[in-house]
């Protein structure tokens, strides 16, 4: 994904965050019961590369995902 300069990248994770859950929420009714706290859908974190970065990075950012 590429974000403009002129948008904070926490404002864009932010935003497709609320809306993907929504949708998924909408979508998929059962999820209310699954979440139903404040927790939600998404973890709280996001990985962000300004510069290339290889695969293993990424799958190991995945794999552990809070530390």
Request: positive net charge; charged residues 30%.
């Amino acid at each position: 994904m590429v974000i403009p300069p002129k948008y904070a990248v926490s404002q864009v994770v932010e935003t497709m965050k609320k809306k993907t859950s929504r949708h998924l929420r909408k979508k998929f009714r059962f999820l209310d019961k699954v979440y139903w706290d404040n927790a939600g859908i998404w973890s709280r974190g996001y990985f962000v590369s300004m510069v290339g970065v290889d695969e293993e990075v990424i799958r190991k950012y995945v794999e552990m995902p809070g530390k």
